[in-house]
């Protein structure tokens, strides 16, 4: 099982501080609150799927509509596109948090021009990752891809997925000189041109990966669900889907998502945040565990009148393909330590951090998946806990709901004093 050298992605541009979730920043309030009054994260996602089960996913979106938007995407990157201060938004140029030596060393060694043709938001890089087979969904120019090339190691390796041919063909171009640059014998990647939605066509096989990533990406796909369907299908059992992208504060207006510019801008195709849910529990993946928030802004006038009301915010996400009948119950979890960079302190989502040698009560989701998943030589799990049973996901001491909404996450990170999680390890500093 792949394990050692990683660094914490964050989605937002890398190493999270300890206890740090997120990326507090300046943003504009366009509209109202996504949450209804009165209304737990849980019982809105509840009542949210019952409503709009399939919404905003791409499912009623004909053959033609699919190409078309396919083909003004490919266009948008790989003809207006030259450089990423040709965006309108910060959607896929979100603000950079400081990053570790390790990642900023090897970020040095990729090439100039697959750096300046990235459009990616910061960084998406789980830990553990040693040995590891990564697929990186819309992989553009190879930036993320070469970058996990060096921390999987010359026994691991990385696929990167696009379906601009421009973006692939550059991304093959600078093979040869990073395996030089590495000192690798053989190379450790590889490009191919084709659709998220069908990773069959290139020839991608069931249970082939340990991780698959995803960069502000998904958001161009018209049809979510086949991306997530896809993903599932090709992680091995245990394997995680680690993306950062774009998500709406509610389901957007015709005008929007038909709007070329938009679409090219990372926010026409824009999921609407609880939506995510939905999708992963049918797909079968374990619920999303919701790991930071960055404020988008919108520095066009034209555009945000088309938008509105709607806000939009980037988050990176986990989702785990956890083995059937794996979730046994709740647990006592011990973080034993040894993941490279994260040594005494892993911070796991936004609700769980996980400090060496500290006992911590997880819910029955958590416990499968660090049971069933590459961090499983790095914890000792038992069952049950005098806390365990009411835990929802969160601390032990006084919360029941975990975080799952990444604007109500954002304003915590925008408030003074401490966030609200209260009790056992997990939130940001001054919370434990």
């Known amino acids: 099982m792949c394990q050692g050298p990683g660094q914490a992605g964050a989605g937002i541009g890398a190493e999270a501080r300890p206890g740090q979730r997120g990326m507090p920043g300046q943003h504009r309030i366009l509209g109202r609150s996504v949450a209804q009054a009165g209304q737990s994260p849980a019982e809105a996602l509840q009542l949210e799927a019952v409503r709009h089960p399939r919404a905003s996913a791409g499912a009623a979106l004909g053959a033609k509509a699919l190409e078309q938007i396919h083909q003004e995407v490919q266009n948008y990157y790989g003809k207006e596109l030259q450089k990423s201060e040709d965006l309108k938004t910060n959607a896929c140029i979100t603000s950079a948090r400081p990053v570790s030596k390790l990642v900023r060393d090897a970020l040095e060694r990729i090439h100039e021009e697959v750096v300046a043709r990235y459009y990616g938001c910061g960084l998406v890089i789980p830990e553990c990752l040693s040995s590891c087979r990564i697929l990186d969904l819309g992989s553009g120019s190879g930036r993320d891809c070469f970058l996990l090339s060096q921390l999987v190691g010359e026994q691991g390796h990385v696929t990167g997925i696009d379906m601009t041919k421009g973006q692939v063909e550059l991304a093959k171009k600078h ?26 066509d290139a020839g991608l096989a069931d249970d082939s990966y340990d991780i698959v990533i995803s960069n502000c990406v998904i958001n161009l796909a018209p049809d979510k669900r086949a991306v997530l369907r896809e993903a599932f299908r090709v992680l091995k059992p245990g394997g995680e889907m680690y993306f950062s992208d774009v998500y709406a504060s509610q389901r957007l207006s015709e005008t929007t998502r038909k709007h070329r510019v938009l679409w090219g801008e990372c926010l026409a195709g824009a999921l609407y945040w609880r939506d995510l849910y939905s999708i992963a529990e049918e797909v079968g993946f374990s619920p999303p565990r919701l790991v930071t928030a960055s404020p988008i802004t ?13 806000r939009f915010v980037s988050a990176t996400y986990r989702l785990f393909k956890v083995p059937a009948g794996s979730r046994t119950g709740p647990g006592q979890a011990t973080y034993s330590g040894g993941i490279v960079g ?12 996980f400090k060496e040698g500290e006992v911590v009560n997880v819910d029955a989701e958590m416990a499968a998946i660090l049971q069933n998943s590459r961090f499983a030589e790095k914890f000792l799990i038992r069952a049950g806990g005098a806390n365990a049973a009411g835990l929802q996901g969160c601390c032990s001491k006084g919360v029941k709901e975990k975080i799952c909404d990444p604007f109500q996450l954002l304003e915590q990170l925008r408030a003074p004093g401490p966030a609200s999680c209260c009790g056992g390890t997990c939130g940001p500093p001054g919370c434990c």
């Open 342 to 353: 994260h040594e005494q302190e892993l911070v796991f989502d936004a609700n769980f951090t």
């Open 175 to 200: 093979i040869a000189y990073h395996m030089d640059k590495f000192g690798y014998r053989k190379p450790n990647v590889e490009f191919f041109h084709g659709y998220m939605e069908n990773l069959g």
């Open 298 to 310: 919108i520095g066009d006038k034209e555009l945000e009148g088309i938008v509105g009301d709607c």
